[in-house]
């Protein structure tokens, strides 16, 4: 187990990590979320005795990683992929680390073919793409058989099967009773990797509990109830408030429902003779939860491009280039198309499902997702159709 107490980092003026305390238990895959900056690896790097904190202190199995008894056995980590000798081949950096903890030689052959890198395993590293460079540093956390393993960002440059042997590697360690903490910016495959969740921001604590509770206590679930025309929303509407729920107009012409569930409101309009054309449920994702939480808590936020200037204007009687249909407008990026042959109203997102040899969700949903209250405000507003491509041809003032 790993256990931060009161755990403080501060750089000069800068606190990156303030009053940390979380515990991350074995058997179990914990993810470690926060926005830029906010303080991850930092703490990554207290754990790993990489960096002292200013105050309290961060143990694993009760023992600063410092005072650990041969600590590469017992503890693995993943930090910064490209901390690595370029000349060297990955089988002889993993060789200098094995024999540096005293692993045998034939441990490291077995981890080069659990990453996969076997073929490739006499080839000078600095050769590596992205995403062999994190197959080795995953070997290199593996090499020592240990109960404890630190992941920052491990499916960073991963392809999409890359992606799906981290999960199930990730699944399985936890599954045989180590401690598996594991940082990611990719909340759609953290939903389906981990079970716990600590999440940061600022340097400090925002939450600690199971990914289920997470998205229970930050987003609502609701229902949406499509009617056929208005005068029968407007039945519903009272039917549904009167019978204690909240209810928004959707922009589609829907209605978004929370505080009654979905059989109820079924019972509602029934009783109220309206027709219901869609009764459906939207629950929220991981993504949405952890949005809504950390939004008072980004550092970094980006601004719209408004590419001022960079539009030549066209020298009189010149034709601009026509756009290619499916390419947008030559030399330039093509805005997302259209949607094809649309649904005239969003369907709700389903949770992730894990699917392949580790099949079980990760993340099932909350028992009844529509007791929670209507929030202030819409958690998301229904997505709207995507953007038609911009008229590139006009100045910019005129679109
Ligand atoms: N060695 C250092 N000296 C000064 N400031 C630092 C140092 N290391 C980190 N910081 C600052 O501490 C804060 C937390 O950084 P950290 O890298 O831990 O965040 P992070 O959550 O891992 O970010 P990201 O998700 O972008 O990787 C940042 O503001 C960063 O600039």
Same mark, same amino acid.
């Given at each position: 187990?790993?256990?931060?107490?009161?755990?403080?980092?501060?750089?000069?003026?800068?606190?990156?990590?303030?009053?940390?305390?979380?515990?991350?238990?074995?058997?179990?895959?914990?993810?470690?979320?926060?926005?830029?900056?906010?303080?991850?690896?930092?703490?990554?790097?207290?754990?790993?005795?990489?960096?002292?904190?200013?105050?309290?202190?961060?143990?694993?199995?009760?023992?600063?990683?410092?005072?650990?008894?041969?600590?590469?056995?017992?503890? $693995?980590? &993943? +930090?910064?992929?490209?901390? !690595?000798?370029?000349?060297?081949? #990955?089988? /002889?950096?993993?060789?200098?680390? =094995?024999?540096?903890?005293?692993?045998?030689?034939?441990?490291?052959?077995?981890?080069?073919?659990?990453?996969?890198?076997?073929?490739?395993?006499?080839?000078?590293?600095?050769?590596?793409?992205?995403?062999?460079?994190?197959?080795?540093?995953?070997?290199?956390?593996?090499?020592?058989?240990?109960?404890?393993?630190?992941?920052?960002?491990?499916?960073?440059?991963?392809?999409?099967?890359?992606?799906?042997?981290?999960?199930?590697?990730?699944?399985?360690?936890?599954?045989?009773?180590?401690?598996?903490?594991?940082?990611?910016?990719?909340?759609?495959?953290?939903?389906?990797?981990?079970?716990?969740?600590?999440?940061?921001?600022? $340097?400090? &604590? +925002?939450?600690?509990?199971? !990914?289920?509770?997470?998205?229970? #206590?930050? /987003?609502?679930?609701?229902?949406? =109830?499509?009617?056929?025309?208005?005068?029968?929303?407007?039945?519903?509407?009272?039917?549904?408030?009167?019978?204690?729920?909240?209810?928004?107009?959707?922009?589609?012409?829907?209605?978004?429902?929370?505080?009654?569930?979905?059989?109820?409101?079924?019972?509602?309009?029934?009783?109220?003779?309206?027709?219901?054309?869609?009764?459906?449920?939207?629950?929220?994702?991981?993504?949405?939860?952890?949005?809504?939480?950390?939004?008072?808590?980004?550092?970094?936020?980006?601004?719209?491009?408004?590419?001022?200037?960079?539009?030549?204007?066209?020298?009189?009687?010149?034709?601009?280039?026509?756009?290619?249909?499916?390419?947008?407008?030559?030399?330039?990026?093509?805005?997302?198309?259209?949607?094809?042959?649309?649904?005239?109203?969003?369907?709700?997102?389903?949770?992730?499902?894990?699917?392949?040899?580790?099949?079980?969700?990760?993340?099932?949903?909350?028992?009844?997702?529509?007791?929670?209250?209507?929030?202030?405000?819409?958690?998301?507003?229904?997505?709207?159709?995507?953007?038609?491509?911009?008229?590139?041809?006009?100045?910019?003032?005129?679109?």
């Amino acid at each position: 187990m790993i256990e931060a107490v009161g755990l403080t980092k501060r750089y000069g003026a800068k606190t990156a990590v303030h009053n940390l305390s979380f515990q991350v238990r074995p058997g179990t895959v914990t993810g470690f979320l926060g926005p830029n900056g906010s303080g991850k690896s930092t703490t990554m790097r207290m754990i790993l005795g990489l960096d002292n904190p200013t105050s309290g202190h961060v143990t694993i199995g009760g023992h600063p990683y410092r005072k650990l008894p041969n600590a590469p056995r017992q503890v $693995g980590a &993943l +930090l910064d992929a490209k901390a !690595v000798h370029g000349g060297r081949s #990955a089988r /002889s950096h993993l060789l200098c680390l =094995a024999q540096l903890s005293g692993i045998p030689e034939r441990r490291v052959d077995e981890v080069l073919g659990v990453v996969g890198l076997q073929d490739v395993a006499r080839k000078r590293s600095k050769g590596f793409s992205l995403g062999m460079g994190q197959r080795l540093g995953i070997a290199a956390a593996l090499l020592g058989d240990p109960q404890v393993l630190l992941f920052d960002e491990p499916v960073n440059g991963l392809d999409p099967e890359g992606i799906l042997w981290v999960r199930n590697l990730m699944k399985s360690l936890a599954a045989e009773g180590r401690t598996v903490f594991v940082s990611s910016h990719l909340m759609s495959e953290m939903a389906l990797t981990a079970e716990h969740l600590i999440v940061i921001g600022r $340097g400090q &604590l +925002l939450a600690d509990m199971s !990914v289920r509770d997470f998205i229970a #206590a930050n /987003s609502a679930d609701f229902a949406r =109830a499509r009617t056929p025309d208005a005068e029968q929303r407007e039945k519903l509407t009272a039917a549904l408030t009167e019978a204690g729920g909240q209810v928004l107009p959707e922009p589609d012409g829907a209605l978004r429902v929370t505080g009654l569930p979905l059989p109820r409101i079924s019972d509602l309009a029934h009783e109220a003779d309206v027709r219901l054309w869609e009764l459906s449920p939207h629950q929220a994702s991981l993504e949405e939860a952890y949005m809504r939480m950390t939004q008072a808590a980004v550092d970094y936020r980006s601004t719209t491009d408004q590419r001022e200037g960079l539009m030549q204007p066209l020298p009189p009687g010149v034709q601009p280039p026509m756009p290619v249909p499916g390419q947008g407008q030559p030399g330039w990026y093509a805005p997302p198309p259209p949607q094809q042959g649309g649904q005239p109203f969003a369907m709700p997102q389903p949770m992730p499902q894990a699917t392949g040899p580790y099949g079980a969700p990760a993340a099932p949903s909350p028992g009844n997702p529509y007791a929670a209250p209507a929030p202030a405000e819409p958690a998301t507003p229904a997505p709207a159709p995507a953007p038609a491509p911009a008229d590139l041809t006009k100045p910019e003032d005129a679109r």
